[in-house]
């Protein structure tokens, strides 16, 4: 489900009684109101004074409730706080109705809400600003492609153009030691004095471009190279891309791409 329909979702859920917890919670480790861990200290005062809220109003059922989904998120968010991001977006109610569960790539402001509804606004907001995207980084001979929601790298792409069979496929992520396979400082195609128009080179991925934004629910595409492929790949495809920088990331780390690409 992509984050869109899964945003409509979540506004059309409700319940009779107060039954939904929606938490926004900040714990961007490069911040410094972050250090040492604070984004627990914020979590546990954030709970804390909604179950003192709801204490006041002595009813038991909604008092249980929260209890229940309260215990339900702490044990989610220990569990994976070793890939903790910049941040981390929850909806859930007790009974397993509601579950909605985000670690995100991109700012978040800490909020707690106790409701009959998701409280869903700065959701929007995040999404409107960092929809799914592709960021696209075309070299000669090869092409990666970075999958991306909220900030978040869903999935990390290499296609490899073959000059036998003049066709691009799909390159294997990581290597036997298991590192991710990276394009060689000169291209094969290149070595082997392959003689093409640029952008016809390019053409080829057209179909695989429409697929992935199809398949991904991709609301935007970014291009990143140096300025000869960058121009050559955008001229190729049918739709612009949201951006083009001219700037080499293939070999970079997928987070670093991320920052360069969509937090410019």
Not at 83 to 88: A, M, Y
């Amino acid at each position: 489900m992509t984050i869109d329909k899964e945003i409509q979702a979540l506004k059309e859920f409700s319940c009779s009684d107060r039954c939904v917890l929606s938490i926004y919670l900040d714990t961007n480790p490069a911040d410094p109101s972050q250090l040492k861990g604070a984004w627990k200290i914020h979590l546990k005062s954030g709970l804390k004074r909604l179950g003192e809220y709801l204490e006041a109003s002595h009813d038991e059922n909604e008092i249980k409730a929260f209890n229940e989904v309260k215990n339900k998120v702490m044990h989610e968010i220990e569990e994976n706080g070793h890939v903790l991001r910049k941040g981390i977006v929850i909806f859930a109610t007790a009974n397993d109705d509601l579950w909605s569960v985000h670690y995100v790539q991109v700012p978040v402001k800490t909020n707690f809400y106790w409701e009959n509804h998701p409280v869903t606004e700065q959701f929007e907001y995040m999404y409107k600003a960092y929809p799914e995207a592709g960021i696209i980084m075309p070299s000669f001979g090869e092409v990666r492609i970075l999958d991306t929601a909220m900030g978040f790298v869903r999935d990390d792409l290499t296609f490899k153009y073959d000059p036998v069979s003049e066709v691009w496929g799909e390159k294997k992520k990581v290597d036997a030691k298991g590192r991710r396979a990276v394009a060689d400082s000169k291209s094969s195609v290149l070595e082997s004095g392959y003689k093409v128009n640029v952008s016809s080179f390019f053409r080829g991925m057209n179909t695989t471009i429409e697929q992935l934004r199809k398949k991904r629910g991709w609301r935007e595409f970014h291009v990143a190279g140096e300025a000869e492929m960058a121009n050559a790949f955008t001229d190729s495809l049918r739709d612009l891309p949201a951006s083009c920088i001219y700037k080499n990331l293939n070999n970079s780390k997928s987070s670093e791409v991320v920052n360069q690409v969509l937090e410019k």
